[in-house]
């Protein structure tokens, strides 16, 4: 197979979609890639490296739209990148199409194979391809609420982890899935106070065991996030129902009712966030302030340590693209239903019931079934 590697262009991106070693791997499987020029020199992946690896480097992303039978990407496809895609073509990368109407239509006019690394699933019930920059952007949160706590960031002047003689301040951590998880342990690492609201039992559960009872476990009710939220200094978002749009569990009076200068990272903005302030921002321009509460809401937040996320991603997808590859994208869903619940579009069908439960009446789409529109 000819497997297609563009350079990211949305704001401040840096990852890429195969590292050098991935390249080498898909080469040894007896396929031909090609990659942008410079698509990864930013993090130290030069053009060298890839034509070490077996790559041929091109000049243009259109190059390689117009000859890869597979584009492996990052990011979702920004609308100059969606309309070069095409019927025959498969495309393996992040999507988050529930809260992107405009994206999605545009992959249904495309006729492509569009396969999502965020709902692909393994025998757990986890989600393979989301945990890796889900880890990372986790502890990431922590890390970016800590510094826009400053006060020359437009935070309160609080210091997560207090000092002697001064009590630590306090995070929330609304989610305790891969994200929560990563964050708690970070805040915990800082010597900050920290409470974590689930709505699963289990997962409390767990995650009472996993931090030997350090960190507080709330179940989560209306209730909950009311009175956690308007003590908190952080409040981390970091729910998920898989492919769905995120549920509004912040609405603006908890806002108005939080302190002064405390601080929002909302995680979940990649699926529309879970705060009814939220809107998506940039590495660029990553914070903005509504009733004194500064908002973090940056949607692709792994790209800040791109070096990092795109190893970290490759360990998870490769096996995958490979399959994709080795198989073809057909034989290789069909084999393996976890690899099928990553099909969100094929062939202009929506085939992810939560994203038709999201925008179907928006865009007069309905649900067809992965295995229906494959056959
Ligand atoms: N902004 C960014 O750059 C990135 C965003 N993400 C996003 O972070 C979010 C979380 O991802 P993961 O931790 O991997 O998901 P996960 O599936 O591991 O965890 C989600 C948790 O949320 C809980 N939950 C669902 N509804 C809830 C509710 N109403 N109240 C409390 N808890 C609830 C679930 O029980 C689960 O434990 C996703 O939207 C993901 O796409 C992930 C990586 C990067
Ligand atoms: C998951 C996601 O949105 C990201 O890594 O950018
Ligand atoms: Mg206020």
């Not at 590292?19 to 698509?39: D, L």
């Not at 609405?251 to 405390?262: A, Q």
């Not at 705060?275 to 500064?294: G, L, M, N």
Request: charged share 20%; aromatic share 4%.
């Amino acid at each position: 197979m000819l497997v297609g590697v563009p350079k990211e262009i949305k704001n401040h991106e840096y990852r890429v979609g195969l590292t050098p070693a991935a390249v080498k791997e898909f080469v040894a499987h007896g396929h031909q890639v090609m990659v942008e020029t410079n698509a990864g020199t930013a993090i130290g992946f030069t053009d060298e490296l890839y034509q070490n690896a077996g790559a041929m480097i091109v000049d243009t992303a259109e190059q390689i739209f117009a000859e890869a039978e597979m584009i492996v990407k990052v990011k979702e496809p920004q609308p100059s990148e969606c309309k070069q895609l095409r019927k025959g073509q498969t495309l393996y990368t992040y999507l988050h199409l529930a809260p992107d109407p405009v994206q999605t239509e545009l992959l249904i006019a495309s006729g492509a194979t569009c396969i999502a690394y965020e709902t692909v699933t393994d025998r757990n019930g986890g989600l393979p391809l989301l945990a890796p920059m889900s880890e990372v952007a986790g502890r990431m949160s922590v890390q970016a609420g800590a510094h826009y706590l400053e006060k020359a960031h437009g935070g309160s002047g609080t210091l997560l982890g207090g000092v002697p003689g001064v009590a630590p301040g306090k995070v929330l951590i609304i989610g305790g899935g891969v994200v929560g998880t990563q964050a708690a342990k970070m805040a915990l690492g800082l010597g900050a106070d920290v409470t974590i609201l689930d709505r699963s039992l289990p997962r409390l559960r767990q995650l009472d065991d996993i931090f030997n009872g350090q960190v507080k476990t709330v179940y989560s009710t209306v209730d909950a996030i009311e009175h956690y939220s308007a003590n908190a200094d952080l409040v981390v978002g970091a729910v998920l129902i898989p492919g769905a749009a995120a549920p509004k569990l912040l609405n603006r009076e908890h806002i108005k009712n939080m302190k002064p200068g405390s601080v929002l990272v909302d995680v979940a903005i990649d699926q529309g966030g879970c705060f009814e302030t939220s809107k998506a921002t940039t590495h660029q321009d990553p914070v903005y302030i509504i009733d004194d509460v500064v908002h973090y809401c940056v949607a692709n937040m792994p790209g800040g340590v791109a070096r990092t996320s795109t190893m970290a991603l490759n360990n998870a997808t490769l096996p995958f693209g490979l399959a994709l590859a080795n198989k073809g994208p057909k034989q290789a869903m069909l084999e393996d239903i976890h690899l099928l619940n990553g099909l969100n579009v094929h062939e202009g069908k929506v085939t992810y019931q939560a994203v038709v439960e999201a925008l179907g009446e928006q865009l007069g789409i309905t649900y067809t079934p992965a295995l229906d529109a494959l056959r």
